[in-house]
């Protein structure tokens, strides 16, 4: 049973338009949770992170809200670029589970000029 | 210079025969983890090691083996290598952010082909 699901496979999106990448969790003890990103050839690097505490994270053009009581997080970018291509993965951790991370099947997002 | 590093970045082996994947940091974490992607699963815990001493199973480590030689380095072995186990093979090491969320680094990933 996936803990961490990405429903949406892939998203196409016009640039300087918004993007948002969805993920929903089923495991309440997930003390905080992460995005990845990553282009073809290269490993995942760290986009932002959101603690269980807090319902809003923003670092520039990326925005994680989390919900938890619909056990759900969303990643929002704005305004897509290009360069923003890539495949995107959400993450969960916590102390419970040795703050190992858990991921989510990943979003293929593709931005359009 | 890159901070997980991983040997060989492809390979192609024949089934039944082992096979070996390095790691090497230069982030000074004790926190060394092995994963593979798989298209539509994302990343799968192998196996991970949190200091020289400590080895543990992640969720398919079956049919993998681990060595964790030094602080900064961590190998994956495929002792008979299966075609189901032709994946991409990543990397990482981890550490604490401020507010106790531990972020992990990844190396660039094997590309593993088993015929």
């Known amino acids: 049973d996936q803990q961490v699901k990405q429903n949406s496979p892939s998203l196409s999106v016009q640039e300087g338009r918004i993007s948002i990448l969805n993920c929903d969790y089923t495991?309440?003890?997930?003390?905080?949770f992460l995005w990845y990103k990553k282009y073809p050839a290269e490993g995942p690097t760290f986009l932002i992170s959101i603690s269980s505490i807090k319902d809003k994270n923003e670092d520039g053009r990326f925005t994680v809200f989390l919900n938890k009581s619909a056990k759900h997080l969303s990643l929002h970018i704005v305004p897509s670029q290009p360069g923003d291509s890539a495949v995107y993965f959400c993450a969960a951790g916590g102390k419970a589970a040795g703050n190992k991370l858990t991921f989510g099947g990943g979003t293929r997002v593709l931005v359009k000029p | 210079d890159a901070d997980v590093t991983q040997t060989p970045r492809n390979r192609i082996t024949k089934t039944g025969k082992r096979i070996m994947l390095e790691c090497s940091q230069t982030?000074?974490?004790?926190?060394m983890y092995w994963y593979r992607q798989d298209p539509g699963l994302g990343l799968r815990l192998i196996y991970y090691?949190?200091?020289?001493?400590?080895?543990n199973k992640g969720e398919i480590s079956d049919g993998y083996s681990v060595s964790r030689q030094a602080q900064a380095k961590f190998s994956l072995s495929l002792e008979s290598a299966i075609p189901n186990q032709t994946a991409l093979y990543f990397c990482a090491t981890s550490d604490a952010l401020a507010g106790g969320i531990y972020e992990q680094y990844f190396g660039p990933g094997t590309r593993l082909t088993v015929t």
């Open positions: 982030k000074g974490h004790d926190r």
């Open positions: 495991n309440s003890m997930f003390d905080y």
């Open positions: 090691s949190f200091d020289v001493k400590d080895i």
